[in-house]
Nanobody, 120 residues
């Protein structure tokens, strides 16, 4: 069984920074890609950033140039560095992974989420 555990959320003033971490543990072959999503009250879940196995990245337009996704393959950990935070970034941030649990078998896993609150 694969588990994803997020950490690093909290309360920060507008303009501040936070770094989120998501550690994958359990038995698996490799990671296909990892995502950070966010969900604010009353809004749809939004894909914030994705990082592929070989390091390519994608970002939502609303966070591009402010957020950076990265990964430490040795630690099976993905990070989301968030700079220039705005009140509109307030949400629960969830880590998700597309993970090879067998040579050709991919499954999706989700973490439980971490709250990020940005005050104005």
């Amino acid at each position: 069984q694969v588990q994803l555990v997020e950490s690093g959320g909290g309360l920060v003033q507008a303009g501040g920074s936070l770094r989120l971490s998501c550690a994958a543990s359990g038995s698996f072959f490799s990671i296909n890609y990892m995502d950070w999503y966010r969900q604010a009250p009353g809004k749809q879940r939004e894909l914030v950033a994705r990082i592929f196995n070989r390091g390519a990245t994608n970002y939502a337009g609303s966070v591009k140039d402010r957020f950076t996704i990265s990964r430490d393959n040795a630690k099976n950990t993905v990070y989301l560095q968030m700079n220039g935070l705005e009140p509109e970034d307030t949400a629960v941030y969830l880590c998700a992974g597309s993970i090879y649990v067998g040579p050709t078998t991919i499954r999706d896993y989700w973490g439980q989420g971490t709250q990020v609150t940005v005050s104005s």
